[in-house]
Structures are given as structure tokens and as C-alpha cells.
């Protein structure tokens, strides 16, 4: 039986991540749709979620919030989360004009018995939403504290993974009436975060308190003490654009990972990223150029491509999986991160974006043209593997991550989610040219152990990588998070890895850049030449 709620989707929600924004009103002001719609306009979340193009759910409580499972939002959103049609009649390739609700990108917002709700929830499911705020309410139930994680982004986890609820840490405002007694919830979310900082904070004129923890910024909770409203618009204003627009929860694990993120319109004013355009076959494309701090004048640096999947542009995307923090700590290459049309990559419309910009960067960076390396998550992982193989003479090396089965030129035929996990004609043709030519071409693939989009066993690219690198033995090596095949020529050289990352969803962590990295830049291609040039026998 699906929920009853109120759902507004924004006229501007299209290709761009969509954000999911669950509010729970105080129960008597939701006893239907139209009021809970009433409840929207009167408190600007409607006008908030039409402006930033999200997805605004509330629910309708008959029987009060204490007769409602704690499970009830994670059920609305399972049930809902690709069921929105696109009202801008733009939507990501692929799923047929539905919008996506992001996993990464899920908010809470609970007022009176509904912030109690709220507030309990997020106890018992602290992996669920990237931020939260809770007025004039607070937890009332922590017995589920002690509970294992549902790990609800992951299908199952391995033996060891034992993570209890209040060892997962949340982003979290509470604005509640003055003389609330907060010590209780303030103690329960802290307790996650480890070593901790304690300061006063400000925001728009209302003084609060902040526990933040010292590993990681996004891991903190707020109180502001005060008269507040549910339906005062200006204050759920503040909450959206100075919290929840800030916020996100990476899919890289079980529970993921909570870090702070800038707005699309932050990004592009960063100094850290350069703003760069080209035409190539009649589109337009933008890339983000970051150089390795201490270096920005240095020349004969090394070029490490990080290519976006389906519906996560470069302003969200570049900073992931940190390879722009590991350029400045090792000063070693520059990071381009491309943006696609409608972010989705297509080799037939796409490929030739990237011999283009390495010949711009060559010429305005002075790039060292022999390490220019490719790597990319989910449909930029597909790219990679079809670029690696039609400009070989271009990359030194290249690293596919979680990229589905198929090749992106038969996924442009239809608009659909369902694809064949067969490279069609046209790419077997390519690859074909590829294996006759005598490139030899290293690859390091990474796979999650939970991906249900890309599985190792069904890459169809590793084969034939294996057979172009001269293949003639596999060493495996665990270590903490991940198993690592390694794949020898006859000389001894490692030429290739497949790793397979434990308790890992379709996502993907700084830890992969590092290792990734360390492989690629061993190698060299010069003036173009078939071979590889290797620093080393062994990795």
C-alpha cells in the first residue's frame, strides 16, 4: 500500500542532481493533502523547492506522528524516489523523463510532535538524509541507538561490518523555545563524532551553539535557542539556504559519508577551479581545471582527467573523490574535470572533447603530453574505457570506476534505464581496431562488492585489456577495504589491476584516487608510441 503525502516537484527540477526535501508538520496541520499543501505554500517550502528545482514531500498524518513507524519517510522514498515525471520536459538520458531522487541528496525538516518524529527517526536511521532540522521538537526515543546500521545503501555488508546507529555521524540544526533542555540530544549525536569542538555561532542575526567534530566539518550539530514558528518562511529560508544547500552525504558505503558541498553558483565564483569553454562538433563543453597549490606556475606537470557519471555534473562531482586535494598534496599533475551535455557521456558525440582539451592544456599549461591519464565513476567510467581504446595514442594510462556494462553509444539509441550488457557493432569495432593496433593500454578497474549497476564479472573491457597488455599472470593482494588482482606482462611489469572495493554501493572514496593514482603514474606514452614506458617492474 503506497503513503499518503503531499508532493510538489519543481518546474526547474531537470538534469541536475535533484534534491528530496521531507517536511513534517506539527500532525494537526496535515489531516489531508490540501492542508498539507496549504502547509507548503504558508511556510515558503514550496517556493524553496520550486527555485532550487527539488522534490518537496510531506506526509499526511491521520492518527498523529506517535502512530507512525519510524520507517515510514525511508518507505515513502523506496516506493517514490524515480516515480516523479519531469515538469521542465528535461530529465536525465536514460529514464524515460522521471527525475531521480538522490540518494546523496535527502533533507529533513521536523516542527512540533512532528520535530519529535523527526528527531526519533533519525536516531533509529541516521544514514538516511544529509542534513536535518528539527524546531520546537526533539527525540523522545533513543532505543534503537544501540541498534545495528539498516546500512539502507548497500543490499547486505560483510561479516565484519558491525556499525551501530549512534557510531553514525549527522548534520544537525535544532532551533527550540527558550529553557528547552537540549543536553540529552546534543550528548546522543556527539557521541559519533569522535574529538570534538565546541564554539558560538551566528547565522543572519540568531546566535547558537555548535559541536562540531574535529575530523570532519559536516559532522556537527547546531542549537539556537528562541521563539520560532513553523510556518515562519523566513526561518525555513535560513534552514535551506544555510544548512541543507550546504550538505551531502556521499554514496560511498553502507551508510555513506556526510561532507560539506558548494552550491553550483559557489563552485564556478572558486578560485581553486578554473572555468574553461570549447566547441567540439557543434556542442559546447565546459572543464574545470584545478592546479596543484605551490605549483600553479610550474610546467611539465602530468594531466589526470576525473570524468563525471549520469546526472552529476563537474560543480558536484570534481571534489568527491578528492583528487583535487591529492594534486596538492603531491604537486604531481593537474586535474581537469569536463562537464557533458545533459550530464550523461556519449563516445560518438563526446570522444573527441578529449584529444581537444589536452591540446589546450598543453598549450596553456605546457602539460607533460606523455602522462596525461584518464579516470572516471559510472557513465564517465564507460567514456573511459571507450576513449582508452580509440585515442590509445593519447593516454598513459586510464581507470574506469563502477562503469556498467555496455558501451554509451548504444545507450544513446533509447531512453531508457534498461540497457545490453553486450558492447554493440559499432564499439566492437572500435575495440577490434584497438587490439590489432598493438597499443598496449593500462587499466586499473574498481568495482564495489554491493554495486548493483557495474559488476567485475560482467565488465566485457577486461578480456580484452587483459589480451592488449600482453597478460600472462594475476597476484592477488588484500588489504583493509579492498581485494586487488594484479595483472602481469611477461616482463614482470603490472600493466593492469581490477579491485574490488568491500561493502561499497555505487560510489566511490578518496582511498581509490590515492591507490589509482599510484599505479597510473608510473607510466608513460611518448610521441604517441605503441609501448609503455614503465618506472618499475613491480607496483
Not at 522521471?98 to 541528496?105: G, K
Not at 521538537?137 to 546500521?149: F, I, N, R, V
Not at 594531466?303 to 563537474?314: K, M, N, S
Request: proline content about 5%.
Amino acid at each position: 500500500m503506497e503513503k499518503k503525502f503531499y508532493a510538489y516537484v519543481s518546474t526547474k527540477a531537470a538534469c541536475d542532481p535533484c534534491r528530496t526535501v521531507f517536511v513534517c508538520p506539527p500532525a494537526a496541520a496535515v489531516p489531508d493533502r490540501e492542508a498539507a499543501e496549504r502547509f507548503a505554500v504558508q511556510t515558503g517550502w514550496r517556493e524553496l523547492a520550486e527555485e532550487s528545482g527539488s522534490v518537496l514531500i510531506i506526509p499526511v498524518v491521520l492518527g498523529g506522528w506517535e502512530t507512525e513507524s519510524t520507517g515510514l519517510l525511508m518507505e515513502i522514498y523506496k516506493e517514490n524516489c524515480g516515480r516523479f515525471a519531469t515538469r521542465s520536459g528535461q530529465a536525465i538520458w536514460g529514464r524515460g523523463g522521471m527525475l531521480w531522487c538522490w540518494e546523496t541528496l535527502l533533507y529533513l525538516a521536523g516542527y512540533g510532535d512532528g520535530a519529535v518524529f523527526a528527531g526519533n527517526l533519525l536516531v533509529e536511521y541516521p544514514n538516511m538524509f544529509a542534513a536535518a532540522a528539527l524546531v520546537n521538537g526533539m527525540p523522545e526515543d533513543y532505543s534503537a541507538a544501540d541498534a545495528l546500521s539498516c546500512h539502507w545503501l548497500t543490499p547486505k555488508v560483510s561479516a565484519g561490518y558491525r556499525k551501530k546507529n549512534r557510531e553514525i555521524p549527522v548534520h544537525l540544526w535544532m532551533f527550540q523555545k527558550e529553557g528547552t533542555d537540549t543536553k540529552i540530544a546534543m550528548r546522543h549525536f556527539r557521541e559519533s563524532y569522535g574529538a570534538y569542538m565546541e564554539s558560538e555561532v551566528w547565522v543572519r542575526g540568531l546566535r547558537g551553539s555548535m559541536t562540531k567534530a574535529k575530523e570532519n566539518p559536516a559532522w556537527q550539530t547546531r542549537v539556537f535557542f528562541g521563539t520560532f514558528e513553523a510556518g515562519d518562511a523566513r526561518l525555513n529560508r535560513m534552514i535551506w539556504e544555510e544548512c541543507f544547500c550546504h550538505v551531502i552525504r556521499w554514496k560511498n558505503g553502507p551508510d555513506g559519508t556526510l561532507a560539506l558541498a558548494d552550491s553550483k553558483e559557489e563552485f564556478y565564483e572558486n578560485p581553486r577551479f578554473l572555468r574553461r569553454r570549447v566547441r567540439v562538433n557543434g556542442n559546447s563543453y565546459e572543464y574545470f581545471v584545478h592546479l596543484p597549490k605551490g605549483k600553479e606556475h610550474r610546467r611539465g606537470l602530468a594531466l589526470v582527467f576525473t570524468v563525471h557519471g549520469r546526472g552529476e555534473p563537474a560543480w558536484l562531482f570534481t571534489a568527491k573523490n578528492g583528487w583535487d586535494r591529492l594534486a596538492d598534496e603531491t604537486g604531481e599533475f593537474i586535474l581537469v574535470s569536463p562537464d557533458s551535455p545533459g550530464n550523461i557521456w556519449f563516445l560518438p558525440r563526446d570522444g573527441m572533447l578529449f584529444p581537444e582539451i589536452v591540446s589546450r592544456m598543453a598549450e596553456e599549461f605546457g602539460i607533460d603530453t606523455g602522462r596525461v591519464y584518464l579516470t572516471g565513476f559510472s557513465n564517465g567510467g564507460m567514456m573511459v574505457r571507450e576513449a582508452a581504446v580509440s585515442y590509445p595514442q593519447l593516454f598513459a594510462g586510464v581507470s574506469p570506476w563502477n562503469a556498467p556494462p555496455g558501451n554509451t553509444g548504444a545507450m544513446m539509441k533509447a531512453d531508457t534505464s534498461m540497457m545490453e550488457p553486450e558492447f554493440d557493432a559499432e564499439f566492437t569495432a572500435v575495440l577490434d581496431a584497438f587490439l590489432e593496433s598493438g597499443f598496449e593500454m593500462p587499466f586499473a578497474f574498481v568495482f564495489g562488492d554491493q554495486d548493483r549497476a557495474a559488476d567485475a564479472g560482467k565488465d566485457r573491457m577486461i578480456a580484452p585489456a587483459a589480451r592488449a597488455n600482453g597478460l600472462v599472470g594475476w597476484q592477488r593482494r588484500e588489504e583493509a577495504h579492498f581485494c586487488t588482482f594484479l595483472g602481469k606482462n611477461e616482463e614482470g611489469k603490472t600493466l593492469m589491476t581490477v579491485t574490488v572495493m568491500r561493502d561499497m554501493p555505487h560510489g566511490a572514496t578518496e582511498e581509490e584516487s590515492r591507490f589509482t593514482w599510484d599505479f597510473l603514474k608510473r607510466f608513460r606514452r611518448t610521441d604517441g608510441a605503441h609501448r609503455i614506458m614503465c618506472a618499475e617492474t613491480e607496483s
